[in-house]
């Protein structure tokens, strides 16, 4: 079975087109979600997080703090690679188990990842499948969605490759910046040669 991976800046709207191929019947894992389970309260995850950083990056119910930890690795490089090295190999894990569905009949899968090029996990798919949008659009979606300060969501963008890098790397990309039924369509159409291509 084939694993596409898919990937686009913050802001890009993997999620709306993940949303289409998911109503076509494809299995899909998004490594946001695995990322946030492998630090749900009582994991050994999250107890080697606290260990570090203190109880500062913990919520009142124990839960973590996202919003406190990102601040703090963005503004410190050093503090982001001690928590990419140790959550990365926890969450390809956890990836690797969770592309593998039961009772499963099409012929490919998604790993839906905004870092899939920056890390290794571009390594587990077999066709890159980028979401692109302009760099001013992925500014206004994330400030609009997220509250956060056009400062805040630069430094972001920053901190993953650049659209032109990205798309370099793609073996297939789909513009997101059109009305919805021209994206659906592209998705649409997507998905029927990964049906005959991986089938």
């Known amino acids: 079975m084939a694993i596409v991976g898919l990937t686009g800046g913050i802001g890009s709207g993997k999620s709306t ?3 289409q191929f998911g109503e076509l019947g494809v299995h899909w894992v998004d490594a946001d979600d695995v990322a ?11 107890k080697a997080i606290e260990a570090h950083f203190g109880r500062r990056i913990l919520q009142p119910d124990g839960s973590l703090d996202r919003a406190q930890l990102r601040q ?3 503004e410190t490089p050093d503090e982001r690679t001690w928590l990419e090295r140790l959550l ?21 899968v998604l790993l839906v990842s905004p870092l ?10 077999d ?18 969605r997220d509250n956060n300060s056009r400062e805040q969501v630069e430094r972001i ?8 890098q990205r798309c370099s790397k793609a073996d297939d ?27």
Do not use: C, W
């Open 36 to 46: 946030r389970e492998v630090v749900e309260p009582g994991t050994p995850a999250l």
């Open 127 to 144: 066709h890159i499948l980028v979401v692109d949008v302009p760099v001013e659009v992925q500014l206004e979606r994330t400030m609009a």
């Open 173 to 199: 990309v789909i513009n997101n910046d059109r009305p919805l039924e021209v994206v659906e369509r592209q998705v649409r159409e997507l998905h029927d040669r990964f049906m005959v291509d991986f089938g």
């Open 157 to 164: 963008i920053a901190a993953q490759i650049s659209r032109e």
């Open 116 to 125: 899939l090029l920056e890390t290794d996990q571009h390594n587990l798919v």
């Open 17 to 19: 087109v993940v949303r």
């Open 88 to 108: 990365h190999p926890v969450i390809r894990e956890e990836l690797i188990r969770q592309l593998k569905p039961d009772n499963y009949h099409l012929p490919y």
């Open 72 to 74: 703090i690795v963005f």
